[in-house]
């Protein structure tokens, strides 16, 4: 069958949609690439079943609409599978439809969190055909295919249209071993397109892995992804097979770093015979190694180092807030006395930490949001961080958050455009504009003096840190200009 894999662009005056591998959306402006590693599985798995696959990312190659969807029939598509989050899920009907009433035979299918939050609405909404419920949707792409194609039974987790009733095959299971995936296919997959426009990467072209789906907590009210991968189903890839497909990428691609975007990267003895392996091999001196992280990981100063001497370079911690009633409300599972500790011991091993912070929390007020960026300063200050992301909390389908937003009536509306963090749609304690002008006052907090002057030194050091700087130098204004408030 022919498979067209596609991101259809999505014009606005809000930037340029922030849409694949991203677990929050957001509209930017200026790109920010994610290589999207479920689809680019997807596609992979289905070419290896001998489907031709089309790769249509019509938002990062900056195509029109009207270019994409002539390179869609181009394709003589049978099926189009599209990845939908929540903010453009209103878009994609649209977009669903028109294609629908100029060809009525190409098969249309959603994957993604809110349609696995809410699968029956997009039936409701859009003459979708099929919606692939949880995060192993590659697996469940080849399974429908097969369903199409030769009758095979459909795996659980699949819902469709019969008879204009709308079924399922059951809730979906999350069984399936990440050992049988092959290496993603990166030149069907167009994998330079994201090598660059991505500020985790120090030195590029940069490429993304996964090992593991997704987080072994798992349990953080407000993750959009727990709607994909809930808590108690974390699986893995063997360390050796992890490292082969590392080796692959550096031999073959010629990748200067990879990004893991695993919501958790494996901890234990699995980290600990990665690191080693990335030194016996002696990928450590050609390769940059970085990951998602939690500070309550259980990792101790002994692992910090050994990371550090196999090549690990960037670690992204979810700090979220600086208040213990937050954290416990999230279920964040995490105490503050731990977060300077692990921060000292990555900077430590060499590492550069990279912190996540929300505001918009309805229990929170401003001097609960000014804590946590005080902490935020003197973490920069004491040079115990390098980076910082900070972002307008947003309850999505299917989260514990959203649920109890409903409960309690916090929710301002359920206009699914308007949860793209232009605004905040919970009910806060603080007012639209003071939320805004505090993200930005988070980006600023990174500059002192000290942290200047490390960062100049840095820079004039090394190249690759040089050119690194300048991109976030030219990036730094458009952060706080998607923050500015503005109707």
């Not at 060809?103 to 994957?111: D, F």
């Not at 990166?186 to 991505?198: G, I, K, P, S, V």
């Not at 120090?202 to 992804?225: A, E, H, N, Q, V």
């Not at 974390?234 to 590392?246: C, I, N, T």
Request: aromatic share 12%.
């Amino acid at each position: 069958m022919n498979i067209v894999i596609g991101y259809p662009p999505l014009e606005s005056s809000k930037g340029i949609p922030l849409l694949g591998q991203n677990r929050q959306f957001q509209w930017a402006t200026t790109p920010w690439k994610a290589y999207p590693m479920v689809p680019a599985s997807m596609a992979t798995l289905l070419r290896r079943e001998g489907h031709s696959v089309v790769w249509l990312d019509g938002i990062n190659e900056s195509m029109t609409y009207e270019s994409w969807e002539e390179e869609l029939w181009k394709s003589n598509a049978d099926v189009l599978i599209i990845e939908t989050k929540t903010p453009v899920i209103k878009r994609h009907w649209r977009i669903i439809n028109l294609l629908k009433e100029k060809n009525k035979k190409t098969k249309i299918v959603l994957v993604g969190d809110h349609v696995t939050a809410l699968p029956k609405e997009s039936f409701e909404k859009s003459k979708v055909d099929f919606v692939l419920t949880g995060g192993d949707y590659d697996f469940l792409a080849t399974n429908l295919l097969d369903h199409l194609e030769k009758g095979r039974k459909l795996e659980k987790g699949i819902w469709y249209r019969e008879r204009k009733v709308v079924k399922n095959s059951g809730k979906f299971v999350l069984n399936h071993k990440l050992n049988t995936l092959p290496f993603i296919d990166r030149e069907l997959t167009n994998w330079q397109l994201y090598a660059y426009d991505n500020s985790n990467y120090l030195r590029t072209p940069g490429t993304y892995t996964m090992f593991g789906r997704d987080c072994w907590w798992g349990k953080c009210s407000f993750c959009s992804w727990t709607t994909l991968y809930p808590g108690n189903c974390y699986r893995v890839m063997r360390p050796k097979r992890a490292l082969d497909e590392v080796k692959f990428l550096v031999d073959t691609l010629k990748v200067r770093e990879i990004m893991d975007d695993s919501g958790t990267f494996p901890v234990g003895d699995w980290l600990n015979e990665f690191c080693l392996g990335l030194i016996e091999r002696n990928l450590h001196e050609r390769i940059k190694f970085d990951c998602n992280m939690r500070f309550n990981s259980g990792l101790s100063r002994k692992d910090y180092l050994l990371m550090g001497k196999a090549g690990f370079r960037f670690v992204l911690y979810g700090l979220e807030s600086a208040n213990k009633k937050t954290l416990d409300h999230i279920n964040k599972n995490l105490d503050i006395e731990c977060i300077l500790k692990s921060l000292s011991w990555a900077k430590e091993a060499g590492l550069s930490p990279h912190l996540t912070v929300m505001v918009g929390y309805p229990w929170e007020n401003k001097s609960d949001v000014l804590e946590t960026l005080k902490l935020a300063k003197h973490i920069f200050m004491n040079d115990l961080a390098d980076s910082i992301q900070a972002t307008i909390v947003v309850p999505y389908p299917g989260t514990p958050l959203y649920s109890e937003a409903k409960l309690h009536g916090w929710l301002r509306t359920e206009d699914w455009s308007r949860y793209d963090m232009r605004e905040p749609v919970l009910r806060t304690k603080m007012s639209d504009n003071e939320l805004k002008e505090v993200v930005k006052d988070f980006y600023k907090s990174i500059f002192n003096h000290k942290f200047l002057v490390r960062k100049i030194k840095e820079a004039f050091s090394d190249v690759d840190f040089l050119k690194y700087y300048l991109r976030l130098a030219r990036k730094f204004p458009s952060k706080l200009l998607d923050f500015t408030a503005r109707n």
